[in-house]
């Protein structure tokens, strides 16, 4: 519970260091009349980065580091932030107790560090809480290379089906035959059309938030092998069984339903619910193999639970 804090109180000292280059910048215009409040503002400052910073430690020790490499950086340069803090607020202190020009040399130093600093921690931080590139706009994906290329379809369109391909029997031919030894047509399902059709869902709705830098709930959906591992609620996909497989049946909550994937815009259409369906319906074949052989190898103990986020 208290690191989950982390998020709230990380504002109060960005805030007030916001406030302390503010008056630093005008106190060097006009003089002592902005410069007494400093050091207090700056202790305050540097006191709740401590605290955001703690908060942050027993939310990665509590409940595990879900960001790979991206949370790391954030905890790390979020440590760093906070002891520049600590040093620049008794730079400060010296300043007005010492009278020390290197102290105030110092402590100016340190206020465009920990700018710096705050400005780069807060670009992970966003990622994290966002997405990838969420300042500068769009999103990197290793899937998106290989992505079908074909626009999306509207709402209008079709529900996706399995491609079929029929062999070449003659109906003449069947006729000929006896009741007894009538030949049935036989039917291929196109794998890799399935999984495109499936891809191409989990790439555009998934993939954002379940990705190797920032893996919610411990899965990420950037390749094939990932999605059938799942993540730490058990199996996103459990291959011929959709209704048990919570890739999907999150995504079919209700839009009003907090346990909805994405959580976040508009819901999965129709089409694209049932692209993810056929695929898991025909055992979640991968983009290399035509059958399923080794989906169930990759899944994990039925009784595990299947709450998993998509």
Same mark, same amino acid.
């Given at each position: 519970?208290?690191?989950?804090?982390?998020?709230?109180?990380?504002?109060?000292?960005?805030?007030?260091?916001?406030?302390?280059?503010?008056?630093?910048?005008?106190?060097?215009?006009?003089?002592?009349?902005?410069?007494?409040?400093?050091?207090?503002?700056?202790w305050?400052?540097?006191?709740?980065?401590?605290?955001?910073?703690?908060?942050?430690?027993?939310?990665?020790i509590?409940?595990?580091?879900?960001?790979?490499?991206?949370?790391?950086?954030? &905890?790390? @340069?979020?440590? !760093?932030?906070?002891? *520049?803090? $600590?040093?620049?607020?008794?730079?400060?202190h010296?300043?007005?107790? =010492?009278?020390?020009?290197?102290?105030?040399?110092?402590?100016?130093?340190?206020?465009?560090?920990?700018?710096?600093?705050?400005?780069?921690?807060?670009?992970?931080?966003?990622?994290?809480?966002?997405?990838?590139?969420?300042?500068?706009?769009?999103?990197?994906?290793?899937?998106?290379?290989?992505?079908?290329?074909?626009?999306?379809?509207?709402?209008?369109?079709?529900?996706?089906?399995?491609?079929?391909?029929?062999s070449?029997?003659?109906?003449?031919?069947?006729?000929?035959?006896?009741?007894?030894?009538?030949?049935?047509?036989?039917?291929?399902?196109?794998? &890799?059309? @399935?999984?495109? !059709?499936?891809?191409? *869902?989990? $790439?555009?709705?998934?993939e954002?938030?379940?990705?190797?830098?920032? =893996?919610?709930?411990?899965?990420?959906?950037?390749?094939?092998?990932?999605i059938?591992?799942?993540?730490?609620?058990?199996?996103?996909?459990?291959?011929?069984?959709?209704?048990?497989?919570?890739?999907?049946?999150?995504?079919?909550?209700?839009?009003?339903?907090?346990?909805?994937?994405?959580?976040?815009?508009p819901?999965?259409?129709?089409?694209?619910?049932?692209?993810?369906?056929?695929?898991?319906?025909?055992?979640?074949?991968?983009?290399?193999?035509?059958?399923?052989?080794?989906?169930?190898?990759?899944?994990?103990?039925?009784?595990?639970?299947?709450?998993?986020?998509?």
């Amino acid at each position: 519970m208290l690191g989950r804090l982390h998020v709230v109180l990380i504002h109060l000292p960005l805030g007030l260091l916001a406030g302390v280059v503010l008056l630093r910048l005008l106190s060097a215009w006009y003089g002592e009349r902005y410069r007494s409040a400093l050091p207090a503002l700056m202790w305050l400052c540097a006191i709740g980065g401590l605290a955001a910073a703690a908060a942050g430690w027993i939310l990665f020790i509590g409940e595990g580091n879900q960001w790979g490499a991206l949370g790391s950086w954030h &905890q790390w @340069l979020g440590t !760093a932030l906070a002891l *520049v803090l $600590i040093a620049t607020a008794w730079a400060m202190h010296c300043v007005f107790t =010492a009278g020390s020009w290197t102290s105030s040399i110092a402590a100016d130093i340190g206020l465009v560090c920990c700018a710096v600093l705050a400005a780069i921690t807060g670009h992970y931080g966003g990622q994290m809480t966002h997405g990838r590139n969420y300042l500068f706009g769009g999103s990197s994906s290793s899937l998106a290379a290989t992505a079908d290329p074909s626009p999306s379809p509207s709402t209008n369109a079709p529900a996706v089906a399995p491609i079929v391909i029929h062999s070449d029997t003659d109906a003449a031919e069947q006729e000929s035959h006896d009741d007894n030894d009538q030949a049935e047509d036989t039917a291929e399902v196109d794998y &890799q059309a @399935l999984w495109r !059709a499936a891809e191409k *869902v989990i $790439i555009n709705h998934c993939e954002e938030c379940h990705n190797s830098d920032r =893996a919610r709930g411990y899965l990420n959906l950037e390749r094939y092998d990932l999605i059938m591992r799942g993540g730490s609620s058990g199996p996103a996909v459990r291959p011929g069984e959709p209704q048990r497989s919570p890739l999907l049946t999150l995504a079919e909550l209700p839009e009003d339903n907090w346990d909805r994937m994405p959580p976040d815009g508009p819901p999965l259409k129709e089409n694209e619910l049932d692209a993810l369906r056929q695929w898991i319906i025909h055992g979640a074949p991968g983009p290399e193999n035509g059958d399923n052989d080794d989906t169930d190898n990759a899944t994990q103990n039925d009784d595990e639970p299947d709450n998993n986020e998509p």
